[in-house]
Protein backbone atom coordinates (compact mmCIF):
# COMPACT_ATOMS: atom_id res chain seq x y z
CA UNK A 1 0.00 0.00 0.00
CA UNK A 2 1.23 3.09 -1.22
CA UNK A 3 1.79 6.39 1.48
CA UNK A 4 0.08 9.29 0.26
CA UNK A 5 3.38 10.90 1.17
CA UNK A 6 5.47 8.39 -1.17
CA UNK A 7 6.48 9.54 -4.86
CA UNK A 8 6.78 6.96 -7.39
CA UNK A 9 9.14 6.75 -10.72
CA UNK A 10 8.50 4.17 -12.89
CA UNK A 11 7.17 3.05 -16.56
CA UNK A 12 4.18 1.52 -17.51
CA UNK A 13 3.92 0.66 -21.49
CA UNK A 14 6.72 2.84 -22.28
CA UNK A 15 5.74 5.96 -20.74
CA UNK A 16 7.37 7.54 -17.74
CA UNK A 17 4.91 7.90 -14.82
CA UNK A 18 4.37 9.85 -11.41
CA UNK A 19 2.49 9.07 -8.57
CA UNK A 20 1.98 12.39 -6.66
CA UNK A 21 0.76 12.73 -3.20
CA UNK A 22 -2.95 12.55 -4.44
CA UNK A 23 -2.08 9.02 -5.39
CA UNK A 24 -3.07 10.19 -9.09
CA UNK A 25 -0.81 9.04 -11.90
CA UNK A 26 0.82 11.90 -14.50
CA UNK A 27 2.24 10.40 -17.60
CA UNK A 28 5.41 12.46 -19.01
CA UNK A 29 4.52 11.20 -22.62
CA UNK A 30 0.35 12.32 -22.69
CA UNK A 31 -0.42 13.74 -26.23
CA UNK A 32 -2.41 17.01 -24.46
CA UNK A 33 -1.06 19.72 -25.71
CA UNK A 34 1.61 21.51 -23.47
CA UNK A 35 -0.51 24.73 -22.79
CA UNK A 36 -3.16 21.90 -21.23
CA UNK A 37 -1.21 20.53 -18.98
CA UNK A 38 -0.39 24.07 -17.05
CA UNK A 39 0.51 22.58 -13.45
CA UNK A 40 0.73 24.24 -9.89
CA UNK A 41 3.37 21.32 -9.09
CA UNK A 42 5.83 21.39 -12.36
CA UNK A 43 8.05 23.91 -14.28
CA UNK A 44 9.51 23.84 -17.13
CA UNK A 45 13.24 24.21 -17.82
CA UNK A 46 15.51 24.80 -20.95
CA UNK A 47 17.97 22.13 -21.72
CA UNK A 48 20.63 22.65 -24.66
CA UNK A 49 20.39 19.96 -27.28
CA UNK A 50 23.00 16.90 -27.64
CA UNK A 51 23.51 19.00 -31.13
CA UNK A 52 23.73 22.09 -29.54
CA UNK A 53 25.88 20.50 -26.81
CA UNK A 54 28.11 18.53 -29.40
CA UNK A 55 28.85 21.77 -31.91
CA UNK A 56 30.17 23.74 -28.50
CA UNK A 57 32.16 21.28 -27.05
CA UNK A 58 33.73 20.62 -31.26
CA UNK A 59 34.32 23.97 -31.04
CA UNK A 60 36.04 23.98 -28.35
CA UNK A 61 38.04 21.41 -28.68
CA UNK A 62 38.84 22.85 -32.22
CA UNK A 63 39.75 26.05 -30.75
CA UNK A 64 42.59 24.82 -28.63
CA UNK A 65 43.57 22.15 -30.72
CA UNK A 66 44.34 25.64 -32.95
CA UNK A 67 46.55 26.89 -30.08
CA UNK A 68 48.04 23.80 -29.34
CA UNK A 69 47.24 22.86 -26.65
CA UNK A 70 45.57 19.04 -25.60
CA UNK A 71 42.42 19.66 -23.42
CA UNK A 72 39.06 17.68 -22.47
CA UNK A 73 35.72 19.59 -22.80
CA UNK A 74 33.06 19.19 -21.27
CA UNK A 75 29.27 20.49 -21.96
CA UNK A 76 26.87 20.35 -18.28
CA UNK A 77 23.14 20.80 -18.53
CA UNK A 78 21.61 23.05 -15.38
CA UNK A 79 20.96 19.72 -13.45
CA UNK A 80 24.66 18.52 -13.35
CA UNK A 81 23.87 16.13 -16.11
CA UNK A 82 27.10 15.64 -18.36
CA UNK A 83 25.72 16.14 -21.79
CA UNK A 84 28.63 15.74 -23.89
CA UNK A 85 32.52 14.88 -22.66
CA UNK A 86 35.42 15.48 -25.63
CA UNK A 87 38.95 14.32 -23.94
CA UNK A 88 41.66 15.57 -26.95
CA UNK A 89 43.98 13.75 -28.47
CA UNK A 90 47.18 13.59 -26.02
CA UNK A 91 45.00 15.40 -23.33
CA UNK A 92 46.33 14.34 -19.48
CA UNK A 93 44.28 12.04 -17.69
CA UNK A 94 43.52 14.82 -14.69
CA UNK A 95 41.80 16.87 -17.40
CA UNK A 96 38.65 15.11 -17.50
CA UNK A 97 37.88 15.51 -13.97
CA UNK A 98 39.05 19.57 -13.83
CA UNK A 99 36.87 20.23 -17.09
CA UNK A 100 33.63 18.47 -15.12
CA UNK A 101 34.36 20.23 -11.94
CA UNK A 102 34.44 23.56 -14.04
CA UNK A 103 31.36 23.22 -16.03
CA UNK A 104 29.50 22.48 -12.85
CA UNK A 105 30.85 25.23 -10.99
CA UNK A 106 30.15 27.78 -13.82
CA UNK A 107 26.43 26.26 -14.33
CA UNK A 108 25.60 26.20 -10.70
CA UNK A 109 27.01 29.52 -10.01
CA UNK A 110 25.97 31.59 -13.54
CA UNK A 111 28.90 32.67 -13.71
CA UNK A 112 32.38 32.39 -15.25
CA UNK A 113 34.74 30.28 -12.99
CA UNK A 114 37.62 32.79 -13.33
CA UNK A 115 34.82 35.59 -11.90
CA UNK A 116 34.24 33.50 -8.47
CA UNK A 117 37.93 32.97 -8.02
CA UNK A 118 37.88 35.67 -4.98
CA UNK A 119 34.92 34.44 -3.56
CA UNK A 120 36.86 31.39 -2.63
CA UNK A 121 39.66 32.45 -0.68
CA UNK A 122 40.35 32.91 2.78
CA UNK A 123 40.76 30.58 5.87
CA UNK A 124 37.27 30.50 7.11
CA UNK A 125 34.81 28.20 5.37
CA UNK A 126 33.23 29.39 1.61
CA UNK A 127 32.24 28.16 -1.56
CA UNK A 128 35.17 26.15 -2.54
CA UNK A 129 34.01 24.10 0.24
CA UNK A 130 30.83 22.59 -1.76
CA UNK A 131 31.56 19.35 -3.24
CA UNK A 132 32.12 19.31 -7.05
CA UNK A 133 33.34 23.00 -7.30
CA UNK A 134 37.04 23.72 -8.70
CA UNK A 135 37.48 27.82 -8.26
CA UNK A 136 40.19 27.82 -11.08
CA UNK A 137 39.46 29.36 -14.43
CA UNK A 138 38.01 27.41 -17.67
CA UNK A 139 34.26 27.39 -16.93
CA UNK A 140 31.75 29.50 -18.70
CA UNK A 141 27.99 29.24 -18.27
CA UNK A 142 25.82 29.32 -21.65
CA UNK A 143 22.66 31.84 -20.62
CA UNK A 144 19.02 32.10 -22.47
CA UNK A 145 17.75 35.03 -21.28
CA UNK A 146 20.17 35.92 -18.72
CA UNK A 147 19.64 32.28 -16.92
CA UNK A 148 22.34 29.65 -17.05
CA UNK A 149 21.17 26.44 -19.04
CA UNK A 150 24.35 24.90 -19.33
CA UNK A 151 28.10 25.49 -18.91
CA UNK A 152 31.10 24.47 -20.55
CA UNK A 153 34.24 23.65 -18.61
CA UNK A 154 37.82 22.79 -20.37
CA UNK A 155 40.89 21.40 -18.47
CA UNK A 156 44.66 20.79 -19.84
CA UNK A 157 45.62 23.78 -21.32
CA UNK A 158 48.64 25.68 -19.75
CA UNK A 159 46.62 28.50 -18.02
CA UNK A 160 42.77 28.44 -16.84
CA UNK A 161 43.00 31.74 -18.85
CA UNK A 162 43.57 30.11 -21.73
CA UNK A 163 40.99 27.48 -20.59
CA UNK A 164 38.88 30.09 -20.62
CA UNK A 165 38.87 31.48 -23.93
CA UNK A 166 38.60 27.87 -25.30
CA UNK A 167 35.35 27.53 -23.38
CA UNK A 168 34.04 30.92 -24.54
CA UNK A 169 35.12 29.70 -28.03
CA UNK A 170 32.39 26.78 -27.53
CA UNK A 171 30.02 29.50 -25.94
CA UNK A 172 30.05 31.60 -28.94
CA UNK A 173 29.55 28.75 -31.37
CA UNK A 174 26.24 29.31 -30.20
CA UNK A 175 25.37 32.25 -30.71
Not at 41 to 63: F, G, H, M
Amino acid sequence: MMNRRTAVLGTVAGLATVVASTGVALAANDPAPASAKKSPITQSTQVLTIDAASRAASKALEAAAKGGHRVTVVVMDRSGVVRVTLHGDGAGPQTDESAKRKAFTAVSFGQPTSALVARAGGTNPSVRDIPGTLFLAGGVPVTVDGVAVAAIGVGGAPSGDLDEKYAQAGVDALR
